[in-house]
């Protein structure tokens, strides 16, 4: 036959005649089996997924436009859509890739949206960012240092007013002792005004809102965006050249620099802040061949559903970085926290369901029957056996009777053991606290079991890992600072800076060893002369747990020397041996007067 088929293939050939289609009938079936259908049987081959541009929102990047990352997934082997698992009608096929191949890949944000969805993806991301924002951060003033520019200097010479006449020293004693005689408050500095008007500011922009969505949305989808809204157009104030500002439109001034000075962000122009998702922005250029310059792989400007917006106007926050070679891939994100705890989770959720599975049917109900009629094929044998089963299971309860044949069946149970059952599950789930560095007790509310058992240990050590991820935040927090500054001010004071407050506080116990280890501490100060009575009371003063914040006035006078400061007698002897003035602190004798 194949001999045949040979010799009318080429006579076709050299007649010029084209080959017949084949019909229906002579075609081969052939397996073509759905890709997703493997979901469900567990029996696909691990495949290697390429790394390819994600796929981007329609109108993320304008229509006569071209973005350096986009997708283009037609090339693939498998089949223009099968890869891309940035579409949910490939969710499920997606899930099971990534627990074969441990998470590798970027899932598409519609995917890591839908992850949001379970409480063991959006529980982390809430825990870290209410435990990063939870105390929040504390405005201070730091010292001012003398190094300062000549000409500013002479500057600062011209512009500022002579100063008053000198006061005599009787008369400032005087003025000193009106105020404390009538109980007036002391001035409020200016640093204490500024930084009253920042705190102000910070509530009514919602920056400490805005972060805690920028740290949940960085571990949802690995990166996350805000941005600035200045417009110099609605500023309050004229520029000090008395010339008008020109009218810029705000998409046109989105595509320039942002400059954090007063030219930049004149006074009364910043309009307020905007947390933006990654699905809607993509890279609108960046620098690939140069990996000395600054601005490598990192883009120096954005596309946000069509709109071009310079990246010094759209802080970008990622915390889990990729090299360089996948962050096209990422969409120039990283790598989220749900993708890391996508391996633990679904180990979780399978034992948990083969848990559940096994509890529901751990026994077996057996009939021990004559099966001679069943076997042989008697007609309707099988099917009143079967009717007769179906009667008991669908009645079986603890209400139900059984009926037997005691000469021929008997009535068994075979059940599987259930201990350790408990002990399984419960590893599974304290493993996906693994990626997350969160202890068990904040992310699940388990606490430790066994005699003296506590937490106070691993709380501690994940204060400290929370303290370092806010170093990560504190970069675009300070110029956030700076741009609330240049919009209540005009300026940004260098002296004003901030400090994340601590989680941890001390116990009132340990509040009082603190205060005596301070006491002793200034007393030892004094006594050698490093600093006076007056800068002792200042630094209780300014010291919030010190319990002596309402002081005001200088410190009161030491006692005089030779003078028993409880009798008021006269000492006799040389100082130090019961003679002169006592060392401060001490009584005379030597004896300390902390009791």
Not at 32 to 57: C, E, M, N
Not at 137 to 143: D, E, H, R, S
Not at 170 to 177: F, G, K, L, S, V
Not at 284 to 306: C, E, R
């Amino acid at each position: 036959m194949k001999f045949a088929a040979r010799i009318r293939a080429g006579l076709r050939s050299w007649l010029g005649i084209k080959e017949p289609e084949p019909t229906r009938d002579q075609i081969a079936p052939g397996l073509k089996i759905d890709p997703t259908a493997f979901v469900y049987f567990g029996s696909q081959p691990i495949i290697a997924r390429p790394i390819h541009a994600p796929k981007l929102f329609p109108g993320v990047v304008p229509d006569n436009a071209n973005a350096p990352v986009l997708a283009n997934d037609a090339g693939l082997a498998c089949g223009p859509h099968f890869v891309a698992m940035d579409s949910e009608q490939f969710a499920p096929l997606w899930s099971w890739l990534q627990d074969v191949n441990s998470g590798l890949g970027f899932p598409g944000y519609a995917y890591l949206s839908q992850l949001t969805q379970r409480s063991e993806y959006r529980s982390p991301a809430e825990t870290m960012a209410s435990e990063m924002t939870r105390e929040w951060i504390q405005l201070k003033t730091k010292g001012t240092t003398e190094e300062t520019d000549d000409s500013d200097e002479r500057q600062a010479d011209d512009a500022a007013p002579p100063p008053p006449p000198p006061k005599d020293s009787a008369e400032e004693d005087d003025a000193d002792a009106r105020m404390d005689d009538d109980g007036a408050e002391p001035a409020v500095s200016e640093a204490d005004k500024k930084i009253e008007d920042l705190e102000a500011a910070l509530e009514e922009f919602k920056v400490r809102e805005h972060f805690r969505r920028v740290i949940e949305q960085d571990w949802f989808f690995g990166r996350s965006q805000l941005f600035l809204d200045v417009d110099p157009s609605g500023a309050d104030v004229e520029q000090e050249d008395e010339t008008p500002r020109t009218s810029v439109q705000p998409v046109v001034l989105r595509t320039v620099p942002l400059m954090i000075d007063p030219q930049g962000v004149p006074k009364g122009s910043l309009r307020g802040f905007k947390v933006i998702e990654p699905i809607w922005t993509t890279p609108y250029y960046y620098n690939a061949t140069d990996p000395t310059a600054k601005d490598f792989y990192k883009p120096i400007a954005w596309f946000v559903l069509g709109q071009k917006i310079h990246a010094s106007r759209l802080l970008t926050f990622v915390a889990r970085e990729v090299p360089d070679l996948l962050k096209p891939a990422y969409n120039f994100g990283g790598i989220s926290m749900s993708q890391l705890m996508e391996p633990y989770v679904f180990q979780w959720l399978r034992t948990r369901n083969s848990v559940s599975d096994l509890i529901h049917t751990f026994s077996i109900i057996k009939l021990a029957t004559n099966m001679t009629a069943v076997l042989a094929g008697t007609t309707g044998a099988a099917k009143g056996l079967m009717d007769r089963m179906k009667l008991f299971t669908q009645n079986r309860d603890n209400q139900g009777v059984f009926l037997l044949d005691k000469n021929q069946e008997e009535l068994g149970q075979e059940a599987v053991p259930l201990s350790g059952l408990g002990e399984l599950q419960a590893q599974a789930q304290e493993h996906m606290a693994a990626p997350t560095h969160i202890p068990l007790v904040k992310l699940l509310g388990v606490t430790p079991t066994g005699l003296n058992a506590s937490s106070e240990g691993e709380i501690k050590v994940f204060y400290d890992y929370v303290r370092s991820q806010q170093q990560i935040y504190s970069p675009h927090l300070q110029t956030v600072l700076e741009v609330i500054q240049l919009h209540l001010f005009g300026h940004v004071d260098d002296s004003i800076t901030f400090e994340w407050v601590p989680l941890t506080s001390p116990s009132i116990k340990e509040l009082a060893e603190i205060r005596k280890a301070d006491a002793d501490t200034g007393v030892a100060y004094v006594n050698a002369g490093v600093v006076s009575a007056d800068e002792e009371r200042q630094r209780l003063i300014a010291d919030p747990n010190s319990g002596y914040t309402g002081l005001s006035g200088s410190a009161p006078e030491p006692p005089n020397p030779g003078v028993d400061p409880e009798t008021g007698l006269p000492i006799e002897g040389p100082p130090g041996e019961g003679g002169g003035a006592p060392p401060f602190g001490e009584k005379p004798g030597g004896e300390s007067t902390d009791e």
